[in-house]
């Protein structure tokens, strides 16, 4: 399938922004790269690409030619699979981004499950802020995106939606444990551990506290949940998550999460979804199914 590797050529050279970064990612002369593309822009009679003295850069016409590409990408990977199940086993590749809260048990749980039924599907997994896994989901970089409040995309087609809410998450020690629900205000007392603001949780509890008059004492912000995690052990402080985010109670280092009230934070949508009229790679749209199983199976 030589035409399918020149155009991954050109799709190497569009992320990249350089024909000679692009050949060392795919382990090929620039020289050929290069040729390969001049062949193919006097094929369609139009230059792909601006060459500059550092770089390149898609013109008008390689901005069309791009597009369709990723586009028709989802399309070849479904076809393989298809191939492959005709041999009786299924292969390729599942693409999904995802926020953070699904990164640390959830998915990781979900995969494993997957791969024991088929054991030759490989997995992408691109952890984004909600904005940032729309973006990809977009530009054909991933097939399925599992975010919490997703932004507005006219072609997004939600396949599963599952409200969430946001949790308090400290340590079996913390004086709060004790509850079996708290207030803002309780949290509020003790220093707090936030997700940086592109995180759809942290922005909720923004909108919410810009209503009210409570504030929190703010020792750690960061982009990391690992190190948020780290920082409920390690410094006794409280932070915050969405359900589906959480350790199971129990659990041997001996996080908890607590509830909060409905009346201080109201919840929002965890959305399973894909681009509206595209047909999924097979492993995707059976990965997807599971998900959306899943997801269902938590429904309170």
Known sequence: MKHLRIL?????VARSGSIRKAADQLNVTASAVNRRIMDLEEELGAPLFERRPRGVRLTAAGEVFVNYLRQQDGEVERMKS???DLKGMRRGTVRIACSQALALEFLPRQIGEFRKRHPFVAFDVQVYDHEQAMAALAA???????????PFLANFQPLMTLEQRIVAVMSSEH???AKRTVRLRDCAAYPVALPERSIGGRQLLDEVMARSRISFQIAAESNSFELLRGLVLEANLVSFQIRVGTMPSGNKLGLIARDIDDRDVPRASLVLGQLRARNLPIPAAIFAERLARALEAMRQ
């Open 8 to 12: 991954s050529y050109v799709d190497e």
């Open 140 to 150: 054909y970089e991933v097939d399925l995106a599992l975010v919490f409040r997703p």
């Open 175 to 177: 004086p709060l444990s």
């Open 82 to 84: 298809q191939i492959e």
